[in-house]
């Protein structure tokens, strides 16, 4: 803390460190700025609209960090909890948007390098670079690369990962 304060004592207090030495004045107003930052943050993602580009779990999130309730149910509701269970989000329709958006990703890259690859080889002035770079070999993989990312396996093996934010779509 030294390199950020010149006295972090003077900032960070033993009493604040230690929550456990604090009397409950102290620690329940440390709880409440804790809720009013987390509060400011939740509206600052209404204010600036950023809110829409949140995933639904994020969403309910959002709302209860700004306005402490979602739909009228707050956190302790089971079906919000529900909402952030892995098997319910691997499930939902927005998250397997986003695995397709990326298997299309992907897809689209492997073709753009596909045609790169084959454009460079057809010109005159590239054959002995190619040979040098080992093109064919290097286009081959890069087809059948492109036969297996556009299949159903690998769709299904991206799940679990975050897939592609649906606002990069294009």
């Known amino acids: 803390m ?9 900032v960070f207090s033993e009493k604040m460190l230690k929550p456990e030495l604090q009397d409950m004045e102290a620690y329940a107003d440390g709880i409440n700025n804790i809720v009013e930052a987390q509060e400011k943050v939740g509206l600052n993602y209404f204010e600036d609209k950023s809110v829409e580009a949140a995933i639904p779990p994020l969403k ?3 709302n209860i960090m700004a306005y402490g309730h979602f739909e009228g149910k707050t956190i ?5 909890r529900k909402q952030f269970d892995r098997d319910v989000v ?3 329709a927005w998250y397997q948007e986003r695995l397709e958006l990326k298997q299309q990703i992907d897809i689209d890259r492997l073709k753009d390098g596909i045609d790169y690859l084959e454009n460079f080889q057809a010109n005159d002035l590239n054959i002995e670079a190619s040979e040098e ?5 290097r286009l081959t993989e890069a087809q059948q690369e492109l ?3 556009s299949t159903s396996t690998y769709l299904n093996n991206l799940v679990g990962t975050i897939g592609a934010d649906v606002l990069f779509r294009n």
């Open 60 to 62: 309910i999130l959002l």
């Open 147 to 149: 036969g297996y990312v």
């Open 133 to 137: 770079l080992n093109l064919k070999v």
């Open 2 to 10: 030294n390199r950020i304060f010149d006295e972090p004592q003077a």
């Open 90 to 92: 691997i499930n939902s």
């Open 76 to 80: 302790n509701d089971p079906e919000l």
